[in-house]
């Protein structure tokens, strides 16, 4: 019996539906455009490109996991070298990203030591984040960081940490897009959901990677089963983004009843400031307290 969705006839799924950006990149299977990812964010060409990754699959994913708001549904892989990558996707800004992304990577880093072994064991973790607001006051819709000496920028500490952003924000906003020459706006291009269709097709033409990848992505749309989680997950994302926008609503209606409610007490204050220093002005002029009451409530009935 055939699942009942809400899709459309040859409605293109969202890419960067994590439970979706999961199960097309990061199962077993999924090397090729995984790699073809990963080369792309890292800038390898034929010279020095990755040619193999070990897929780190999610074993825990289950229905409980793909509903709830505050799952992560991460990508994990090991390269070649023993380098280990962990992708997330990102719609929806929970504040503290950056640290967000630093914990994560943390985890993934002292995954890679057992007890007793030694430091040198520790392996360099790459964290790539594709997200879907503003972040960070930058124009560019890709940035990297490291860790890097104040003063002297070229002296990195140590090459273990490499934390990515890719922003889509941003990326619609480029006016720059070269998809025959550059790997990773074609990638771009096709993790946007807002892609015409010809452009899609073009670029998944163009590359085996993203031809893979579109090609799974397909596959994907025909199993009722997956097209449930698919939907049960954007429910759930759409479920928080609600929650968000109402407690922010909340709290903006809460500031502005306190702001109030200072600027009366702050009113007070300033009004009993003022009398007071009109009262020690009268005296000084040797009035009597019966004419000082009567000069404060002649100058209040004006």
């Known amino acids: ?38 080369n792309a964010i890292l800038g390898r060409t034929e010279s020095n ?22 799952s992560v549904l991460d990508v994990r892989a090991i390269l070649e070298d023993g380098t280990r990558v962990n992708i997330e996707v990102q719609l929806r800004n929970l504040n503290n990203f950056d640290k967000r992304s630093l914990f994560y990577w943390s985890k993934e880093y002292t995954k890679g030591i057992k007890s007793g072994q030694d430091y040198a064991y520790l392996p360099t973790v790459i964290n790539i984040n594709i997200i879907d607001f503003e972040f960070l006051e930058t124009e560019n819709f890709h940035t990297v960081f490291h860790l890097k000496e104040d003063k002297e920028r070229n002296l990195i500490l140590t090459e273990i940490l490499e934390i990515h952003f890719i922003n889509m924000v941003k990326w619609r906003k480029c006016g720059k897009i070269d998809i025959a020459k550059e790997p990773l706006h074609r990638w771009l291009t096709w993790f946007d959901k807002n892609s015409p269709p010809e452009l899609v097709e073009e670029v998944a033409k163009m590359d085996k990677a993203i031809m893979a990848a579109n090609e799974r992505q397909i596959y994907f749309t025909n199993d009722d089963e997956e097209i449930r989680a698919y939907e049960m997950r954007e429910m759930a994302l759409m479920d928080e983004r609600a929650s968000i926008s109402y407690a922010t609503n909340e709290g903006r209606k809460e500031g502005l009843t306190e702001g109030r409610i200072e600027g009366h007490k702050e009113g007070l204050n300033e009004g009993l400031e003022k009398g007071r220093e009109e009262v020690i002005e009268l005296l000084s002029q040797g009035l009597t307290v019966g004419e000082i009451k009567q000069r404060l409530s002649q100058a209040a009935n004006k």
Do not use: H
Not at 9 to 36: A, C, H, T, W
Not at 49 to 69: C, P, R
């Open 1 to 38: 019996m055939k699942a009942l969705t809400s899709l459309q006839p040859n409605q293109r799924l969202n890419p960067l539906n994590d439970y979706l950006f999961l199960k097309v990149m990061g199962e077993k299977g999924s090397e090729i455009q995984l790699l073809g990812f990963l």
């Open 49 to 70: 490109k990755l040619v193999s990754v070990e897929i780190n699959e999610n074993k825990t994913l289950s229905a409980e996991s793909i509903g709830a708001k505050a």
